[in-house]
């Protein structure tokens, strides 16, 4: 097992109060499941990284064959990246190869469930992955039931008388927030009652 995977499992230890809270054979599938990975860098904790990480190695020159020693950072993005499980958008760090494997996999949901805890190695990862398997699992254990044409009737009707309640309740408010006077209706009224006229006559010469 990887540093990092031992430090894992001593800190849910810790945190469950030692292995005697534990169930039999509990530790080895836990040790199973735990990213088999080499330390990696504190940035890449809060982000989806596929793997990619600080590599180091030499810079040669052309002529002389002189060596300087350098490293080589990963292309990291600030993406907003969209989740139907969430119906939101998730604000993540991911590198270039993430997003690529993110689409190749369908989507930030697709690519979690698909990648397996051993190849996830980081702990937003980890996070992630955990959080949205037990969201399916818990939409894959309700039950779906379908209306009637009349219950779905009423229901439009509900919402229509809604949408009006909420259009009344803002107008309210923008007065009451902006100031009205009794004349402000009667242009408006005058305005309407002049494109209906308008409309009926328009309606009667055609």
């Known amino acids: 097992m990887a540093f990092r995977s031992k430090e894992m499992v001593k800190k849910i230890m810790k945190k469950i109060g030692g292995e005697k809270n534990m169930g ?7 040790k199973k499941s735990l990213p088999d990975s080499k330390v990696v ?8 990284y596929a793997g990619r990480h600080i590599q180091y190695g030499n810079q040669v020159s052309e002529k002389g064959g002189n060596k300087t020693r350098r490293n080589w ?29 993110i689409d190749k996999a369908g989507g930030i949901d697709e690519y979690l469930l698909k990648t397996p805890y051993k190849k996830m190695d980081t702990e937003m990862g980890l996070l992630w ?18 209306f009637p044409q009349e219950e779905e009737n009423k229901l439009a009707e509900e919402f229509k008388e809604m949408r009006i309640e909420q259009r009344v ?5 923008r007065r009451k927030a902006y100031g ?27």
């Not at 860098?41 to 989806?48: L, P």
């Not at 398997?133 to 039931?145: A, C, D, I, R, T």
């Not at 309740?169 to 408010?173: E, F, L, M, V």
């Open 24 to 30: 039999p054979g509990v530790k080895e599938s836990l």
């Open 41 to 48: 860098m504190g940035r890449a904790h809060r982000g989806i």
């Open 73 to 101: 950072k990963p292309n990291v993005q600030d993406k907003r990246l969209f989740s139907y499980i969430l119906d939101r958008h998730i604000r993540v760090k991911v590198t270039t190869h993430a997003l690529r494997c």
């Open 129 to 146: 992955k955990s959080k949205i398997e037990k969201m399916y699992q818990e939409l894959g254990n309700m039950e779906v039931l379908f």
């Open 169 to 173: 309740a803002r107008r309210d408010a």
């Open 180 to 206: 009205w006077s009794p004349k402000a209706e009667e242009i408006e009224g005058v305005s309407e009652d002049g494109e209906a006229s308008h409309h009926d006559e328009l309606v009667a010469n055609s």
